[in-house]
């Protein structure tokens, strides 16, 4: 793969002491279009059949302490279906994604005219969606949620949400659509979607990117409606970039519902200071031994993920079991977790589960979709782009027990009949 980037003035720092190397990283205004300008641009060239464009603003489910979280979700799905309008009869197509602390798009692209596809498609995201839109997105989320209301599902994600971030149930569930009004959602964009505070990441073959900018690295220098500090601003706001861990203590909160499953939270607190490959290695260690394959009797599903609040990151785990399994199922996955930390895999078994994860990881990162996200994720964070091949091979047994100490006490939602049965 190919980087192409430019210098960064030593003089600006990032969070945790860095240079902020996003300066450094094509910060390019979008060609073309009013809406784009000033958005910060990375550009990586990857031998990948299509283009990849990765668009994250600081606007998430839990943004602004008086709206509901389906005001997010809804302002994406009409900011989508306006661009895809836009785009009808290109090779081209974008996806949202609405986490906690922000929205990412996604315009998935043939190499040839994916510049101008992404011209039509961020003037759409940075410009209210029309009400006719809304009117169409709302219609079909209404008719969602009479099928979802009061699901079980739904309470668990919600009581999960309000353990992670401190925030009333209530607070956190997505609400009633018909009650999310055209002024809602356009209020948010006015407040959020603001090009100066979002980061565009571009990846796919390299004879199809010189338009964005990669052969007149004088444009970095001519753009100068670019804010880089910006970028380092919306890592603070999204709390990617937050120091020290989400909470000190933790808690455990029972649920006892009715219900034939049991869904299970346990959620760990991460220290800023930990190197993200470090945490990466160490949720797969936690994910193999909770996740055998073949799954044990009585399970109905575990996730592990390292996701972020608010306040910093954590490492969550999902699990859906048999009421009658679910009490020792805590009890293993808690124990587990606290041998990882007390004694991670060293010698052979290291070396391993190292290359293991390496080869997983690389694969994962051959996909234009999944790189465009981990990438705009490590510049938020601490400004520059990691090498992942490499930094994997440096991990050693030390750096990994470091960032196993760096996880703090969990936090413990069950929800479900009372365990061990009815």
């Keep these: 793969m190919t980087t192409r980037a430019f210098p960064v003035p030593a003089a600006i720092k990032g969070f945790r002491g860095r240079a902020l190397a996003v300066l450094a990283l094509a910060l390019l205004a979008q060609p073309g279009t009013a809406a784009g300008q000033g958005v910060p641009r990375y550009v990586e060239a990857r031998a990948t059949g299509a283009v990849v464009v990765t668009l994250t603003v600081p606007v998430g489910s839990l943004s602004g302490s008086n709206v509901s979280s389906g005001t997010a979700s809804l302002l994406a799905e009409a900011l989508v279906a306006e661009a895809n309008r836009r785009l009808a009869g290109r090779t081209a197509r974008v996806e949202a994604s609405v986490g906690r602390v922000s929205t990412r798009f996604q315009l998935v692209s043939s190499p040839t005219g994916w ?60 609400g009633d659509p018909a009650s999310v009004s055209f002024a809602d959602v356009d209020a948010l964009h006015r407040s959020g979607y603001r090009s100066s505070r979002a980061l565009t990441v571009v990846t796919g073959p390299g004879w199809a990117l010189p338009s964005a900018g990669l052969e007149a690295p004088g444009r970095a220098e001519a753009s100068g409606t670019v804010d880089s500090a910006a970028v380092a601003e919306m890592g603070a706001n999204t709390g990617i970039a937050a120091v020290g861990a989400p909470w000190a203590t933790g808690r ?71 009421p009658d399994r679910a009490a020792r199922w805590i009890d293993d996955a808690l124990a587990t977790v606290r041998e990882l930390r007390g004694s991670p895999p060293d010698g052979t078994l290291f070396l391993l589960a190292r290359r293991a994860f390496r080869a997983r990881s690389l694969l994962a990162d051959a996909n234009g979709s999944d790189a465009g996200l981990r990438i705009s994720g490590d510049l938020l964070r601490e400004g520059r782009v990691r090498r992942l091949g490499s930094e994997i091979s440096a991990v050693t047994p030390e750096s990994l027990a470091r960032a196993f100490d760096g996880l703090g006490e969990p936090r413990v939602l069950v929800f479900g009949p009372s365990l061990g049965g009815w």
Aim: a negative charge; aromatic letters at 8%.
């Design 252 to 322: 455990r909160s029972d649920l006892r519902r009715n219900v034939t499953a049991s869904w299970i939270g346990l959620a760990y607190p991460v220290q800023s200071d930990v190197p993200r490959t470090e945490l990466e290695f160490a949720a797969d260690l936690v994910r193999a031994e909770l996740m055998p394959d073949p799954p044990r009797p009585s399970t109905y599903g575990v996730d592990v993920a390292i996701a972020e609040v608010p306040d910093g990151t954590v490492v969550l785990v999902r699990a859906a079991f048999h």
């Design 115 to 174: 510049d101008a596809a992404w011209e039509l498609a961020s003037a759409a995201i940075f410009s209210s969606p029309p009400a006719a839109r809304f009117e169409e997105v709302r219609s079909r989320a209404v008719a969602a949620a009479a099928f979802s209301d009061g699901s079980p599902v739904e309470e668990f994600e919600a009581e999960l949400t309000a353990l992670l971030t401190g925030r009333a149930a209530r607070q956190a569930r997505a």
